[in-house]
């Protein structure tokens, strides 16, 4: 299943840097533009960290393609 995020969106609304960001929430820079790029698939308590840090749900701050998952479901018999 692959994601992408809002994060750089809300971070900007805040005007908040990839930094300021990892700071609050415990984590490297690196991490935070892993996360933004989709290529990190965080804890559910980093998740849930970086939701409440940018005021928003998991549900709006992860977009999750549905798509993978139906290709995921399809098995040869």
């Not at 809002?6 to 930094?19: F, P």
């Amino acid at each position: 299943m692959s994601f992408r995020t809002r994060i750089k969106e809300l971070r900007a609304r805040y005007d908040m840097t990839q930094e300021d960001l990892a700071k609050r929430v415990g984590v490297r820079r690196e991490t935070i533009s892993f996360l933004e790029r989709g290529r990190y698939n965080p804890s559910l308590k980093l998740a849930h960290d970086v939701a409440k840090v940018l005021n928003t749900s998991l549900d709006e701050l992860f977009i999750f393609d549905e798509e993978d998952d139906e290709n995921e479901d399809v098995h040869e018999d």
